[in-house]
């Protein structure tokens, strides 16, 4: 009981001192938790990807440039049967926001009539299908975002393309999607903006990429190579990739989220070894002639170094519960979850995560008290008593 | 055990890089179980690396350091840990408590190291305390104590696991007259009541007045070792 007793008081003994390495584990234990969760979200969402059996036709130079939406009936022509591959569906990026309303939104035109036989995966009625094919301003909104809006079904929106045609345009909101995959993306009919296009005098025909939709994994294999030898030495020609290798490449390119999360993760810790390692330190300096009295006693070198290290692993590991348990009540138990992050959707933070923080908190913990406990264990009482007189 | 002391042609000598500093040379002493002993020098004359080399927590260059049957400078550190735990009781000028534990809680930390159940901590606690006047101060820490205070709950420290040998570094350095006639008079009871060898470094002539036996040590060597004319005085006094 003393035993324990001494290791908890010597904790308190500097309670700001406590405090504050407390935090300096603590807060970079979470940012990993959190890191880690949104990398985990994001290979969620290229393993979804990868089960959609969906190929993703870009302009070979740059995703930027646009593809001709004649495209569309040479690949189709590739299966007419439609057997193997399934549909074809051309999309166009117009972004937009809303009046008065600094958020962005990510819109995309569709071609309306391959749209559900390709995104399966958005699940709609056949009552909202119906009303998708009759309705040119028919706007599927994703959930999250309608609810961040305030839209229901049956509401009249104007959004404002950030691209050409740049003139508000005007939908009725048919769905909220709520069983599909992607809750942010709003989905509008590809012709109704061509037709804004058209009036505006803007270049029509135009589509930022194809989705492929195919039969099996061995049609995924079969198009990416089929689709690129159609349009090779063209004008127009094309990079197909099955929409996990797409996803994960624009993921890349634009901010290369898992790997710079990872690397702050990393460097977090670090930051919290050195915090810890700090204060162990410290902690050590300041009794010097306490461990010289505890070895004359007769306590061994082994006891001090162990007490040493007993100390800065409860210290880091209540940090490290603090930083882990915290993000994992807050998103997984009130209503933080909710809240939903682009591409991911919703922040999920595995027990598995919180056991590998707790994991590095206990390294953090033995690392931080390697030098310190060394230092004490091959103190030489003599010495050190010399040192104090 | 018999805590005969004897010491035969010990040296010391310790190193700065290539220098050699010689501390004690050829130095033959023998204490008797139950002696006073107290040792005075100039600062640098050897005195506490002696009491040192007597509480095992330093071996000598060359000679031997016999504490009853036990040979110091045969042994490794990890032998002279566990006979420290069981013989010696080491009190310092500056105390040397720690801070966040109570008198109590600082007193029962050597008895840790043995096989004992917390009933019997507590009640050698208790008695050690007592021994030393503190009983009603057990759960005060350090800063809630007074010098002369925190030095005996030290010598409680020191005795509660029994040792043969109290070895006392200017135990009355940090004290005023007062205070330090009261700690002095504590070890003198220590060493007549219960019997202990108690080895007293001081630089203070009033303070080994209290000893039965002086030892003068000068550069290593020693120069005068007599038998305390005052002790009797002292004695009476008390």
């Known amino acids: ?389 | 055990m018999n805590a005969d002391i004897e010491l035969r042609d010990v040296y010391k000598v310790y190193r700065k890089g290539r220098i050699e500093i010689p501390v004690l040379e050829g130095l033959n002493l023998q204490i008797t179980e139950g002696e006073f002993v107290a040792m005075m020098g100039p600062s640098g004359s050897g005195k506490s690396t002696l009491l040192h080399l007597m509480g095992g927590l330093d071996v000598p260059t060359a000679g031997s350091v016999r504490i009853g049957d036990a040979r110091l400078e045969t042994m490794n550190e990890q032998e002279l840990t566990a006979w420290r735990s069981r013989h010696v009781g080491f009190i310092f000028q500056l105390y040397h408590l720690v801070p966040v534990l109570t008198a109590a809680e600082n007193v029962e930390l050597p008895l840790l190291l043995f096989h004992m159940s917390a009933s019997e901590r507590k009640e050698r606690v208790a008695t050690a305390l007592e021994v030393v006047g503190l009983a009603d101060r057990m759960d005060h820490r350090p800063n809630q104590l007074s010098g002369g205070q925190e030095q005996r709950v030290a010598i409680a420290r020191a005795i509660v696991t029994d040792p043969d040998v109290i070895l006392a570094d200017e135990p009355t350095g940090d004290l005023d007259a007062k205070t330090s006639l009261e700690i002095l008079n504590l070890l003198n009871l220590l060493n007549t009541e219960f019997g202990k060898t108690i080895l007293m470094v001081t630089h203070d002539p009033k303070a080994a007045a209290h000893a039965k036996r002086v030892l003068h040590l000068n550069k290593g060597v020693l120069e005068r070792d007599e038998m305390n004319g005052l002790f009797e005085a002292t004695e009476a006094s008390i």
Request: proline letters at 5%.
């Open chain 1, 1 to 389: 009981m003393l035993r324990l007793t001494y290791l908890y008081r010597n904790l308190t003994r500097n309670r700001l001192r406590t405090g504050l390495t407390l935090a300096a584990v603590a807060l970079p234990i979470m940012i990993y938790v959190l890191s880690m969760a949104v990398v985990d979200g994001v290979e969620r969402f290229l393993e979804n990807s990868a089960k959609q059996l969906r190929l993703a036709v870009t302009q070979k130079a740059s995703i930027v440039n646009p593809l001709p939406a004649g495209h569309r009936p040479k690949i189709e022509a590739l299966d007419p049967t439609r057997t193997r591959l399934i549909s074809v569906c051309g999309l166009r990026w117009i972004g937009g926001k809303i009046e008065r309303d600094p958020r962005p939104l990510s819109t995309l035109g569709v071609d309306h009539d391959t749209f559900a036989a390709t995104f399966p995966d958005y699940r709609l009625t056949p009552e909202e299908l119906d009303v998708w094919a009759r309705d040119r301003r028919a706007l599927i909104a994703g959930r999250a975002t309608a609810r961040q809006f305030g839209w229901k079904v049956g509401d009249r929106v104007t959004i404002h393309p950030s691209v050409p045609p740049y003139i508000p345009m005007e939908f009725n909101i048919i769905s909220t999607a709520e069983d599909a995959e992607d809750p942010i993306t709003l989905i509008c009919r590809l012709d109704y903006i061509e037709e804004r296009l058209k009036e505006e005098g803007w270049a029509q025909g135009l589509v930022n990429f194809f989705f492929v939709k195919c039969a099996t994994k061995a049609d995924v294999d079969y198009y990416t190579v089929a689709i690129d030898e159609l349009f090779a030495g063209s004008t127009h020609e094309t990079k197909t990739q099955d929409e996990k290798a797409f996803m994960n490449e624009f993921i890349t390119q634009q901010f290369d989220l898992p790997r710079n999360l990872t690397i702050l993760a990393g460097v977090t810790v670090f930051v919290a070894v050195m915090a810890a390692a700090n204060t162990m330190s410290m902690n050590f300096r300041d009794r010097t002639s306490e461990i010289a009295t505890l070895k004359s006693m007769g306590f061994s070198s082994r006891f001090v170094f162990t007490q040493i290290q007993a100390e800065s692993l409860l210290l880091c590991t209540i940090g490290g519960l603090i930083g882990a348990l915290g993000p994992y009540i807050a998103f997984m138990h009130t209503r933080l979850g909710n809240l939903t992050v682009p591409l991911i959707q919703h922040l999920e933070i595995s027990p598995t995560v919180v056991l590998e923080a707790l994991a590095i908190s206990v390294l953090i913990g033995i690392i931080a008290a390697v030098w310190p406990s060394w230092l004490a264990m091959r103190m030489k009482v003599v010495t050190a008593l010399r040192s104090l007189e």
